[in-house]
């Protein structure tokens, strides 16, 4: 039996995108954490990617499409390559900017990991739909993995509830995107505990 047979539940195509989305946070985080990143690098981040995005969307670039062919959605490779960094970005900057660092930067990592190990798991695990819902079983996994991250920024009440929160909320079908509402609301149950 093949090792990897867990993966046909879920597409090549959006593992790798999780993947993605999780090494893509931590590398912010971590480039955040040691002084190496502020605020203007990740608004420098923000408006390379409006531009490559704009440009992926009628013509070819070297690296850029190459990540497009591999890791965008078909939906969003003409109408907005790059949508998800980009959301991410937004959601990460608005965060960076309106509180402290280490709420900052656990709001990120709770983005990061606990968003992408709740798609992951949920199409691994889950094979219930629901109208409203996304994964009972990735939205657990999600909160789990999400705490354990936010401990490395925040004590244990803070990396519990944001975790509960946010990614409880993330549960949710909802029309905004994850991306952005995610770190926010991470960040505001931090600061308000």
Same mark, same amino acid.
């Given at each position: 039996?093949?090792?990897?047979?867990?993966?046909?539940?879920?597409?090549?195509?959006?593992?790798?995108?999780?993947?993605? /989305?999780?090494?893509?946070?931590?590398?912010?985080?971590?480039?955040?954490?040691?002084?190496?990143?502020?605020?203007? /690098?990740?608004?420098?981040?923000?408006?390379?990617?409006?531009?490559?995005?704009?440009?992926?969307?009628?013509?070819?670039?070297?690296?850029?499409?190459?990540?497009?062919?591999?890791?965008?959605?078909?939906?969003?490779?003409?109408?907005?390559?790059?949508?998800?960094?980009?959301?991410?970005?937004?959601?990460?900057?608005?965060?960076?900017?309106?509180?402290?660092?280490?709420?900052?930067?656990?709001?990120?990592?709770?983005?990061?990991?606990?968003?992408?190990?709740? /798609?992951?798991?949920?199409?691994?695990?889950?094979?219930?739909?629901?109208?409203?819902?996304?994964?009972?079983?990735?939205?657990?996994?999600?909160?789990?993995?999400?705490?354990?991250?936010?401990?490395?920024?925040?004590?244990?009440?803070?990396?519990?509830?944001?975790?509960?929160?946010?990614?409880?909320?993330?549960?949710?079908?909802?029309?905004?995107?994850?991306?952005?509402?995610?770190?926010?609301?991470?960040?505001?149950?931090?600061?308000?505990?």
């Amino acid at each position: 039996m093949n090792n990897f047979a867990f993966l046909s539940m879920i597409t090549k195509l959006e593992f790798r995108r999780q993947l993605l /989305h999780m090494f893509f946070g931590i590398f912010l985080v971590t480039m955040l954490y040691f002084g190496l990143f502020n605020i203007y /690098h990740m608004l420098a981040i923000l408006v390379l990617g409006f531009i490559l995005s704009k440009f992926c969307a009628f013509t070819r670039i070297p690296l850029a499409s190459w990540v497009m062919d591999n890791f965008e959605r078909k939906e969003f490779r003409k109408s907005f390559p790059g949508k998800g960094p980009i959301l991410f970005m937004i959601g990460s900057i608005i965060v960076l900017y309106f509180f402290p660092l280490k709420i900052a930067l656990a709001s990120m990592i709770i983005l990061s990991v606990g968003d992408a190990a709740s /798609h992951i798991f949920g199409k691994i695990l889950s094979n219930k739909t629901y109208k409203h819902l996304k994964s009972v079983e990735g939205t657990i996994i999600g909160i789990l993995f999400s705490f354990v991250s936010a401990l490395i920024f925040v004590e244990l009440a803070l990396a519990l509830w944001a975790s509960l929160i946010a990614m409880g909320l993330e549960g949710f079908k909802l029309k905004i995107d994850d991306n952005i509402y995610i770190p926010i609301v991470a960040a505001l149950v931090m600061i308000i505990l």
